[in-house]
C-alpha cells in the first residue's frame, strides 16, 4: 500500500512570516507529485505538478521542489498572507497506481 | 469551459433511506475519482474509474456503498441504507489520466439525520 505523508499536520503563523512544509512520498515508479490548495467550504484547486528531479514551480509567492531519489517535495509560502490559509494536499503519482492524496497541512495565517 | 459538475448540491435524508449522487466529469476525462470529507477529516478516496477497466473499490466504507459510471460520462454514487456516520460532502474529481491533474467538483453535501 502506498502512502504520501505531509508534516506538520498544522501550522500557524502571523502574516508576513514565510514558512514550508513536507511531503514525503515512496519513490519506486514514481511519476509526478501534484500539489493542491483546499481552501475551507471549497474544493481543492490544483497549483503544481512536478516530474522531474529538481524541478521547481513557483506561482506568485508560492514555489514548490522536487526530489524524486529521496521521495519528497517541500512547499514554501514567502510572506503569508491571512487568504493563504487553507489546507495544502500534496499527492503522488505513480506507473501502476492512481494518484494518492496525503492528509494535508492545515496553515492558519494570522494578521 | 465547463466543469466538473455534482448534483444536489446538498441533500438531507433520514436514517435508513437510500440516496444517489451524481457527478458529471469534464469531457474527455478518462478517469474519475469519489472522495468523501467528513466533519474535521481530510479527503478520503472512496472509488476511482479509469476508462473501460474495472474499478478501483478499495476504498468503499462498506457494503451499503457502491458506483457506477456509464463509458467515460455521468457516474453516480449509491448509498444504501444511510447511517449517520455517512454524512459528509461528497467530492468528485476528473483527469485525463491517472497521474493527471484532478479537476474536482463543488461537492454534494449530505446530511442524514
Redesign the interface.
Known amino acids: 500500500i502506498l502512502n504520501v505523508e505531509q508534516s506538520p499536520q498544522s501550522l500557524h503563523v502571523q502574516e508576513g512570516d514565510s514558512t514550508n512544509f513536507t511531503c514525503s512520498f515512496p519513490s519506486s515508479n514514481f ?2 507529485l ?1 500539489w ?1 490548495r ?1 481552501e475551507t467550504a471549497k ?4 497549483l503544481f ?1 512536478m516530474t522531474l528531479n529538481g524541478d521547481e514551480k513557483k506561482k506568485g509567492r508560492i514555489s514548490a521542489t522536487l526530489n524524486t531519489k529521496e521521495g519528497y517535495s517541500y512547499l514554501y509560502i514567502k510572506g503569508s498572507q491571512p487568504e493563504d490559509s487553507a ?1 495544502y ?1 500534496c ?1 503522488s ?3 501502476t ?3 494518492i ?1 496525503g ?2 497541512t492545515r496553515l492558519q495565517v494570522f494578521p | 469551459g465547463a466543469g466538473v459538475s455534482q448534483s444536489p448540491s446538498n441533500k438531507v435524508t433520514e436514517k435508513g433511506k437510500d440516496v444517489e449522487l451524481r457527478c458529471d466529469p469534464i469531457s474527455g476525462h478518462t478517469a474519475l475519482y469519489w472522495y468523501r470529507q467528513r466533519l474535521g477529516q481530510g479527503l478520503e478516496f472512496l472509488i476511482y474509474f479509469q476508462g473501460n477497466s474495472a474499478p478501483d473499490k478499495s476504498g468503499l466504507p462498506s457494503d451499503r456503498f457502491s458506483a457506477e459510471r456509464t463509458g467515460e460520462s455521468v457516474s453516480t454514487l449509491t448509498i444504501q441504507r444511510t447511517q449517520q456516520e455517512d454524512s459528509a460532502v461528497y467530492l468528485c474529481a476528473s483527469s485525463f489520466s491517472r497521474q493527471g491533474t484532478q479537476y474536482f467538483g463543488p461537492g454534494t453535501r449530505l446530511t442524514v439525520l
Do not use: I
Request: hydrophobic share 40%; no cysteine.
Open positions: 511519476y509526478a501534484h493542491y483546499w474544493s481543492p484547486e490544483a505538478v489546507t494536499l499527492a503519482a505513480y506507473n497506481d492512481k494518484l492524496f492528509t494535508g
